[in-house]
């Protein structure tokens, strides 16, 4: 997604309505990848914790909602109509249009054409499709820190993490800040820029760097903060319930239709082509992890399939507008076979990234971010386009890894000394549910009460490691 500043005096514009249509159902379609991300989470988690690891999906949807629409939406995208400087290409004025003040007037929503390609929609529309964005990548970073954080510090550092890394990274990529095409961002500084724009645009169509590298190196620094749960390594830790994993990977796939065509802003030629592409990668993906599973361990999971899908999700966000239908194949199948491969990580180096945030999003979205360079058709290395579309990709990835974690130890340091992170042990031991909720998930006759609230009874896992994958 790269945005395209409107001059101040446009002429009078005029609502198309069937890209209207197109991206509420698209918003819709993604904000309800938060609730197909808890029950995924959730599944993954032991019984005695589902309900906390659900609810910090459902945590950071209000937090990032309500915030968003005061200052993250004028932070990340304040300039889009007005061409109103931001600060250094890193962020706009979060009081500019706090509030959506200026967004709203007395008749209604005011027009934009996002890309300037003379398609106009209702602002609100594409802030609401933005608010879904941010609300997911925040609740990506929670599998990290499974079974052991207090729900309060949680959502307290939902709402810096989102204003302080999210916005800011937001604005840098998508917002016409330093890694987007403008032509005062990085790659026009290294390139060159001709009309205006960079010479090589960088490729992020729905998230690579922003939502899934920024996610991916969030999680696992919270999770070297926070620390390792009890027994890490040495006790099994296996998903409660593998048809709600499955369940959960069923609605991030239809919804991430949303996200990464939705992208496109217009039900046109290139949606369904970005439609077709995601589809693409994801079967290829869900087959590569299974094939290292079958080779490595002898089994093809449940669990390895629908973290296999996850991650060739994640590998097509950034490139699905870049790649034909059998580069999407061959990069969603590398993807999948990674990621199989980078889960088993935490238990080589030691930390406790609770359910593969690192291993999926970091790792797929790495891939998804570089791989776009050699992919693409139209500026590819693997088409004979030269390097230097790679190169700028590799640039903003590590650009946006970089300035994620430096953020993201320093928010986390700073809420450890002043909330602390950790639940007490003996709350840990016995499951996070009835404490931080005063609930258990499941109250069945025949499993001796409250089965949830430190039961250690488990329904499947991989064959090698404690616990299952995750996105």
């Not at 904000?31 to 005695?48: E, H, S, V, W």
């Not at 027009?111 to 964005?133: A, H, K």
């Not at 890490?232 to 065509?261: C, D, E, Q, S």
């Not at 609930?439 to 409250?450: K, Q, V």
Request: net charge negative; hydrophobic share 50%; proline share 3%.
């Amino acid at each position: 997604m790269t945005t395209a500043l409107l001059p101040a005096a446009a002429a009078t514009p005029t609502i198309n309505e069937a890209a209207t249509a197109f991206m509420l159902i698209a918003a819709s379609m993604v904000l309800l990848m938060t609730p197909g991300l808890a029950l995924f989470y959730g599944g993954m988690t032991r019984a005695k914790s589902v309900l906390n690891m659900m609810m910090m999906s459902f945590g950071a949807l209000g937090v990032v909602g309500v915030i968003y629409v005061l200052w993250g939406y004028s932070m990340s995208f304040g300039n889009l109509q007005d061409g109103t400087s931001d600060v250094a290409g890193i962020f706009t004025n979060p009081f500019h249009l706090f509030g959506l003040g200026g967004v709203i007037g007395p008749e209604g929503s005011r027009l934009v054409d996002v890309f300037g390609v003379n398609v106009f929609i209702p602002e609100t529309v594409f802030v609401g499709f933005q608010l879904t964005f941010a609300v997911i990548t925040v609740a990506l970073i929670s599998g990290a820190v499974a079974d052991r954080v207090k729900f309060s510090t949680w959502l307290v550092f939902s709402g810096i993490w989102a204003t302080v890394v999210y916005f800011p990274i937001s604005h840098m990529v998508w917002g016409g800040g330093v890694l987007s095409g403008a032509e005062n961002g990085l790659s026009a500084k290294i390139f060159g820029a001709a009309d205006g724009v960079a010479k090589v645009l960088p490729i992020d169509f729905a998230g690579g760097t922003v939502v899934h590298i920024n996610a991916g190196i969030a999680g696992l620094v919270l999770a070297l903060v926070v620390g390792k749960r009890l027994g890490f390594a040495k006790t099994p830790m296996r998903p409660h319930n593998v048809p709600v994993v499955m369940l959960g990977a069923g609605l991030l796939w239809f919804g991430w239709f949303g996200f990464n065509a939705g992208s496109e802003l217009a039900a046109d030629g290139l949606a369904s082509t970005v439609w077709l592409n995601t589809t693409a990668a994801t079967c290829a993906a869900m087959l590569g992890w299974l094939l290292v599973e079958k080779l490595r361990d002898g089994h093809a999971t449940s669990i390895g399939g629908a973290s296999g899908a996850v991650a060739g999700l994640v590998a097509i966000t950034p490139a699905c507008g870049a790649l034909s239908p059998v580069g999407s194949l061959i990069l969603g199948a590398v993807a999948g076979g990674l990621s199989a491969l980078a889960v088993g990580l935490k238990y080589r180096f030691g930390y406790d990234d609770s359910l593969d945030v690192v291993g999926v999003h970091l790792v797929a979205g790495l891939w998804g971010t570089i791989g776009a360079g050699l992919l693409s058709v139209s500026s590819g290395l693997f088409y004979g386009k030269g390097v230097d579309q790679t190169v700028i990709q590799v640039i903003i990835a590590l650009t946006s890894l970089v300035v994620s974690g430096v953020l993201t130890l320093l928010i986390a340091l700073a809420l450890k000394a002043v909330m602390g992170w950790r639940v007490d042990t003996d709350v840990e031991s016995d499951g996070i549910d009835q404490t931080e909720h005063g609930e258990s998930a499941y109250e069945l006759s025949g499993f001796g009460g409250r089965f949830g609230a430190g039961s250690a009874v488990t329904t499947g896992s991989h064959a090698k490691t404690p616990e299952g994958a995750s996105a």
